[in-house]
Nanobody, 121 residues
Framework: QVQLVESGGGLVQPGGSLRLSCATSRSILSFDRMGWYRQNPGKERELIATITASGTTNYADSVKGRFTISMDRAKNTLYLQMNSLKGEDRAVYYC???????????????WGQGTQVTVSS
């Protein structure tokens, strides 16, 4: 069973920074893609950043230039560096991992438990 464990959330003032971590229970290289989502009550989960096994990254327009996704292969950990935080960044942040499990393309998705980020003065 794959486990993803997030940490690093908390309360920060507008303009501040936080770094989220997501530790995986298996080699991070076994995943085809990893990413970070966020969600607020009553709203859909929003994809904000992804990184492939080869290191290609993509960002939602809402966080581009402020957030950076990265991975440490030795530590099997995914990160999300969040700078210049705004009130609208407040959400529960979820780590996600996907790996292909069959040659036909079937995938398995894994989720962390979520970590709360609150941006407030």
């Amino acid at each position: 069973q794959v486990q993803l464990v997030e940490s690093g959330g908390g309360l920060v003032q507008p303009g501040g920074s936080l770094r989220l971590s997501c530790a995986t229970s298996r080699s991070i290289l076994s995943f085809d893609r990893m990413g970070w989502y966020r969600q607020n009550p009553g709203k859909e989960r929003e994809l904000i950043a992804t990184i492939t096994a080869s290191g290609t990254t993509n960002y939602a327009d809402s966080v581009k230039g402020r957030f950076t996704i990265s991975m440490d292969r030795a530590k099997n950990t995914l990160y999300l560096q969040m700078n210049s935080l705004k009130g609208e960044d407040r959400a529960v942040y979820y780590c996600h991992a996907r790996r292909r499990i069959t040659v036909e393309g079937a995938v398995a998705d894994y989720w962390g438990q979520g970590t709360q980020v609150t941006v407030s003065s």
